[in-house]
Every structure is written in structure tokens, then in C-alpha cells.
């Protein structure tokens, strides 16, 4: 049997009961590491679960799937996934080559970012399509992301932005080269995800356009939801490009047309209470 077991948001405790007992049978246990990451390190979730862990990069899961998947015909394999195990396209394809190789799998669900983000008051049901922001670079600047913001906000929805993760790259002269240098962990920051917004903003406007979202716009910044030191701060997105939420991982929610409640909610939450009262 091939377990794929959501691990929640923050600490090796947050595993399901059902998901700690599935692992705690398997002859093998990967943790994905790539898509997102807990607040605590390997060393604590293998102490907790009293099992050694292979980590699964990227380039594991992706082009050496088959590896992963060996034997899981005969014994039981465990795969471990930050947060719920299809927070990521990828686990389906893992999904997909398991039952084609014969080998069943059960699926061992946990909360995620995706339904977390209801901790700072907005509802979910009114979340349009969820965007990753991705870092931009001196020569590449794509603005896919915020044209989805956009359409969400002019149907009043709210959207949650999956802030950016490096991990396990390459620098482009290491890649040339043929090096297995890999570049040190580098996770986006609120704050930088702001800037890139209103980066599009100010372009845009140059350019004769009028757009949905302006620097006044209630966004929510939200940092290492789950964990004890969890935090929210809402206020406009121009506060947002200024505002210091610590440590990964960070996401960034640009609102929609907000319910009395929902705003009620976010002013727990205010980096300035003029910003609410700007936008009633």
C-alpha cells in the first residue's frame, strides 16, 4: 500500500492519529520536501513518529517516481506531505503511476494552508482562484498572477497568494556547468510580494491602464499559520510592502467585496485602523 499522509501546518504533533499509525507500519517513509515546509526540522518528526525519513526532493518525486513507488506492492511506503496531500499537483501524478504499477493507495488528509487562511476572518467560500507568486528576476517578470487577482476581485472575490519557494536550485553557472551546487534555501517574504504587486501597479498605469487593485487595496499578510508564533496583519497592500512577519512560510491574501463580519474580523488584525475606515 502506498500511504500519501497530510502532516498539518506546524509541528510534528499535527499528523492525524490515523496518519501517525500508517507511518509508524510502513518500511519506508519519505517526506516531500519542496512544496512547502514545516517549523520544525526532520530530526523532530522522526524523534515523534520513531521512524528514519528519506527526504524526497523535486527531482525525487518527479523523475524518480518509480524508485519511490518499489515494493510498494509488497510492503507498505509512506509519503509525507506538508500540509494535505494534494495541496500540490504533484502527488497526483504520484497518484496516477501507483495505479498503474497495481499498487493501491489511501490518501490521509490534514488541514493546509488552503482552508488554514479562514484563521484571520474572511470566509472561505468567498476565495476565487488560488495564485502563486513567484520571484521575479532581473530578466524575467511575469505578471500571469496578478491578471488572476484581478479577475477574482472584480467578482468580488478574495485571493489567497502562495507566496514562493527556492529550494534545492541551482544558480544558472552551476547549472551550465553541470555542478550539483545547489543555491541556500530562499522562501518570499509578504513584504516582497507586495512590492511586485505594486511594481505592476505603478507599470501599468504608465501605460494608460486603470486596474482593479491600487495601493489601498485590504490585503492580509500571514505568517507560519498553525505554529505558536503565528502571525496576521492586515491593512492596505502599500502597508503590506512594509510590514515584518518573521520566518517562512509567508502567504498573502488580496481581498474581494467583504461581508460586514469578514471586516469586522480583519480589524483584529490591523496594522493601522485609518486603513479600514478609508475603505468602508
Not at 60 to 72: C, I, R, W
Not at 180 to 186: D, K, M, Q, S, V
Request: with cysteine; net charge negative; glycine share 8%.
Amino acid at each position: 500500500m502506498l500511504y500519501l499522509v497530510g502532516l498539518g501546518l506546524g509541528d510534528a504533533k499535527d499528523i492525524t492519529v490515523k496518519g501517525l499509525e500508517a507511518v509508524r507500519r510502513c518500511r519506508r517513509v519519505y517526506l516531500e520536501a519542496y512544496t512547502s515546509v514545516l517549523t520544525v526540522g526532520k530530526e523532530a518528526l522522526e524523534e515523534f513518529y520513531g521512524k528514519e525519513l528519506i527526504l524526497a526532493d523535486r527531482e525525487m518525486v518527479e523523475q524518480e517516481a518509480d524508485s519511490l513507488l518499489k515494493e510498494a506492492d509488497v510492503c507498505d511506503v509512506a509519503f509525507l506531505v506538508v500540509g494535505d496531500p494534494f495541496g500540490a499537483t504533484t502527488h497526483s501524478d504520484l497518484v496516477l503511476r501507483a495505479v498503474k504499477l497495481g499498487i493501491p493507495y489511501k490518501v490521509i488528509h490534514n488541514a493546509s494552508i488552503m482552508n488554514a487562511v479562514g484563521c484571520c476572518g474572511l470566509q472561505l467560500y468567498n476565495f476565487g482562484e488560488t495564485v502563486s507568486i513567484v520571484f521575479w528576476t532581473d530578466t524575467w517578470k511575469p505578471e500571469s498572477f496578478f491578471d488572476k487577482i484581478e479577475k477574482n476581485r472584480r467578482n468580488g472575490m478574495h485571493t489567497l497568494c502562495l507566496l514562493d519557494i527556492k529550494v534545492k536550485e541551482q544558480s544558472l553557472e552551476n547549472l551550465m556547468k553541470g555542478r550539483r551546487i545547489y543555491e541556500p534555501p530562499h522562501y518570499m517574504s509578504v513584504n516582497q510580494a507586495a512590492e511586485q504587486l505594486l511594481a505592476i501597479i505603478q507599470s501599468r498605469r504608465l501605460q494608460g491602464e486603470k486596474t482593479e487593485i491600487t495601493e489601498n487595496t485590504i490585503c492580509v499578510g500571514l505568517a507560519r499559520v498553525g505554529a505558536p508564533d503565528e502571525k496576521i496583519a492586515s491593512g492596505t497592500l502599500q502597508q503590506m510592502s512594509t510590514v515584518e512577519l518573521g520566518a517562512p512560510l509567508h502567504s498573502l491574501i488580496v481581498t474581494g467585496t467583504m461581508h460586514p463580519l469578514e471586516l469586522e474580523m480583519l480589524k483584529l488584525f490591523s496594522v493601522d485602523s485609518s486603513s479600514f475606515e478609508n475603505n468602508a
